[in-house]
């Protein structure tokens, strides 16, 4: 089993930048894919990035496309999203998740595909 805990989220001004960590723990061998998905009030689980594992591979939302940019520390076993130029629309909980599927991450969209997921934390943009 993965275990994963993000850092990094907090209130910033629409415009400004945030970055989110993800350390993971535990079983990490078994890691494919890592990524994040987001959740904002009343609104479905929203795809926003994910990145291969042993490679370079990255595939973004197209919401998030050209803003975010998602990168990997392996000797750290941490996950890393770099989020620019914010929208008061990017405002949700942020969770990092972690995929043991042989997979590409363009194929890995869905909050099904990803079996370990972290707490959760808050980002919120005001305009």
């Known amino acids: 089993q993965v275990q994963l805990v993000e850092s990094g989220g907090g209130l910033v001004q629409a415009g400004n930048s945030l970055r989110l960590s993800c350390a993971a723990s535990?079983?990490?061998?078994?890691?494919?894919?890592m990524g994040w998905f987001r959740q904002a009030p009343g609104k479905e689980r929203e795809f926003v990035a994910t990145?291969?594992?042993?490679?370079?591979?990255?595939y973004y939302g197209d919401s998030v496309k050209g803003r975010f940019t998602i990168s990997r520390d392996n000797a750290k076993n941490t996950v890393y999203l770099q989020m620019n130029s914010l929208k008061p629309e990017d405002t949700a909980v942020y969770y990092c998740?972690?995929?043991?599927?042989?997979?590409?991450?363009?194929?890995?969209?869905?909050?099904?595909?990803?079996?370990?997921w972290g707490q959760g934390t808050q980002v919120t943009v005001s305009s």
């Open positions: 998740v972690a995929s043991s599927k042989n997979m590409p991450p363009g194929n890995l969209r869905s909050p099904v595909d990803f079996a370990s």
């Open positions: 535990g079983r990490t061998l078994s890691i494919y894919a």
């Open positions: 990145i291969s594992w042993r490679g370079s591979t990255t």
